[in-house]
């Protein structure tokens, strides 16, 4: 049996591919389930991580169980496996091992050195533990993988080269805003979830100085339980939990945004943001300024015949608002505001690309003289500049102007995606999430403590592959020594046959001499078979001492099986072959 390692990452899929392809815990039950059923694999394990998903398994055959991986892949994933191949990567034997022990090292992460991968490698494994999908290597592989991931950062100073995705997003938030310390003093924040990365979340804020922290989750008493956590953190932030109910009125009150949760679906719209955005007003303006200046805003000339075609004058009021801060035009039909980038005072066919000759004056009184028809096709105009938008490229942070002022900052650490990618257009709101972080990312300097890390990959690599190779013979050494123990026995009691007047001390003095010839003749031999085995290239003498001795394969197959079960009695003798071959001394008769 070999180790296979089939999967896709931010480094070989776009953001786009890996949301569809987000496992959830369901998904990742049956997939495994469904992976150790398959006849290429004994057993298996699945990491999903907002950054990456693979499926570990036990096979013995490569081709085979790397089409069997990937099917299973496409199937539990829902993306079609056409779609999917382009993307996949795969890794066998060592280069598998290494591929593990990178990820627990952090040097396969988004943000280089960042530890938290070892939490989530600690629940793969417990998962195929729980699910006994996990047999003696996977247990074996992941176990050594912790504690290479540990080793490395104990060692070496690989922490000062990354850092969690949290804190890396909330930099990518202030950048070009001073120092995230300095950013967060007095800012009011909403977490939404209270899994293990909002928790982080909600740690880091009140870490950095926020004044407040609301969670948000669908389970109340698991954000009652952060909250609770936060208050006796000693940081002085005040917190509270709200359902999920209770987020859109939050928004409104909110500076900055952490969402990551296990959602299949959007958690904020564009029309989320775009109401909290237009309620709570432009960037440094309370809720309740805003709210008096659309009372106060003049009624433009028209409204009224406006509104009987179809227009909200508070939905304009509310819009002409949001745009005025920012010098844009209000999109009534559509809910959103586009950039008005035409020749000062206009805008219109050949200037922005919009079909319809719209006046330049911000507000309610742009829409003035407009009839209904001319709005809808502005409103078709916008929505496809929209979607234009979201299908071209973008580096970094989203927002509008990196030098504005922004209302509302929203961190996006989910897969698939907690918030609606279009936010980025509305003003005063600045995004980042976890496409944005990998473009940040790329161009972050690498530590020199990375190859450091690389050298403890290289070596433990090595040492596992060593171990892995000189356990697959011991069944084999186990067996002879059953075998030769089964001979002496044989013989001592023909002996006693022949001679019946031997007394007991003389014949254990007998049994313990004939003992000690076998010994001494296999010492050698097996001492040096497990030395050649734990080399590269040394399975084959494993073969070659069964073809030597005849040993038989189903007495060698019953001893793996029972040792990688754990039984006491396999343990044991196995135990006792290595501690002989180990303490036993030819020269020296005991």
Same mark, same amino acid.
């Not at 909200?312 to 920012?326: I, K, S």
């Not at 990959?457 to 697959?472: N, T």
């Not at 050494?477 to 009691?493: F, G, I, K, N, T």
């Given at each position: ?198 928790s ?73 943001? $775009?109401?909290?955005?237009?309620d709570? +007003?432009p960037?440094? !303006?309370?809720? %309740?300024?805003? @709210?008096? &200046?659309? #009372?106060? *805003? ?13 227009l ?15 010098g ?68 970094g ?23 609606? $990618?279009?936010?980025h257009?509305?003003? +005063?709101?600045?995004? !980042?999430?976890? %496409?944005?972080? @990998?473009? &940040?990312? #790329?161009? *972050?300097?690498?530590a ?27 069944p ?18 023909r ?35 497990k ?32 040792d ?10 196995? +135990? ?12 020296? #008769?005991?």
């Open positions: 049996m070999s180790l296979l390692v089939v999967g896709l990452s931010h480094r070989s899929a776009p953001v786009s591919v890996l949301e569809r392809a987000a496992l959830s815990a369901d998904a990742k039950v049956k997939l495994l389930h469904d992976t150790v059923a398959a006849e290429p694999a004994a057993e298996a394990a699945v990491l999903a991580t907002c950054n990456r998903i693979e499926l570990y398994a036990d096979v013995d055959k490569f081709h085979a169980g790397v089409a069997e991986l990937s099917t299973l892949l496409a199937q539990h994933s829902g993306v079609a496996l056409e779609e999917l191949t382009p993307y996949l990567y795969v890794h066998y034997e060592d280069r598998a091992v290494h591929h593990l022990f990178s990820v627990a090292c952090g040097l396969d992460s988004m943000v280089v050195g960042e530890g938290q991968i070892l939490g989530q490698i600690k629940d793969t494994l417990a998962l195929g533990q729980d699910l006994h999908t996990a047999g003696r290597l996977i247990n074996d592989l992941f176990q050594q993988a912790l504690r290479v991931g540990k080793r490395a950062h104990s060692e070496t100073g690989i922490d000062r080269a990354g850092q969690s995705l949290v804190t890396f997003g909330l930099e990518q938030l202030t950048a070009g805003r001073g120092t995230v310390e300095a950013w967060a003093a007095g800012k009011r924040a909403l977490v939404i979830g209270a899994g293990s990365m909002s982080l979340a909600a740690a880091t804020l009140a870490r950095v100085g926020v004044a407040e922290i609301v969670v948000a989750n669908r389970t109340a008493e698991r954000a009652e339980r952060l909250v609770e956590i936060l208050v006796a953190s000693g940081t002085g932030v005040a917190a509270r939990a709200v359902p999920m109910a209770g987020v859109t009125a939050e928004l409104t009150r909110a500076d900055v945004v952490v969402s990551c949760t296990g959602a299949t679906g959007l958690v904020l719209t564009g029309d989320d943001i $775009a109401t909290a955005v237009a709570g +007003g960037a440094g !303006v309370l809720p %309740e300024q805003a @709210a008096q &200046a659309r #009372a106060q *805003a003049p009624a433009a000339p028209g409204t009224a015949e406006r509104a009987v075609a179809g909200d004058p508070d939905v304009v009021a509310r819009l002409a608002a949001v745009a005025a801060a920012g844009r035009l209000a999109d009534a039909g559509s809910a959103r505001t586009i950039p008005a980038t035409g020749t000062p005072g206009t805008t219109g066919p050949g200037a922005d690309g919009c079909p319809v000759d719209v006046p330049a004056p911000a507000g309610r009184a742009a829409l003035t003289g407009v009839d209904a028809n001319a709005l809808e096709l502005h409103g078709t105009w916008a929505d496809q500049g929209e979607a234009a938008a979201q299908r071209q490229p973008r580096r942070t989203r927002s509008h102007a990196d030098g504005a002022p922004v209302r509302l900052a929203l961190l996006d650490l989910a897969m698939p995606r907690d918030i609606d $990618a279009a936010v257009r509305i003003p +005063g709101v600045r995004l !980042v999430d976890i %496409e944005s972080l @990998a473009e &940040a990312a #790329a161009d *972050a300097p690498m020199a403590d990375v190859d450091a890390v690389r050298g403890i990959v290289a070596d433990e690599v090595a040492a596992f592959g060593a171990a892995q190779r000189a356990a697959h013979i011991t084999t050494v186990v067996a002879l020594r059953a075998m030769a123990a089964e001979v002496v026995a044989m013989e001592v009691a002996l006693d046959g022949r001679l019946p007047e031997l007394d007991a001390r003389q014949r254990a003095e007998v049994t313990q001499t004939v003992r000690r010839v076998v010994d001494k003749l296999l010492h050698a031999p097996t001492v040096r078979v030395q050649l085995a734990s080399e590269p290239g040394g399975a084959g003498y494993a073969e070659a001492l069964r073809e030597l001795f005849d040993l038989d394969p189903q007495t060698v197959v019953s001893v793996s099986r029972a990688a079960a754990g039984t006491p009695g396999a343990t044991a003798a196995a +135990g006792a072959a290595g501690t002989a071959d180990q303490n036993h001394d030819p020269g020296r #008769a005991s």
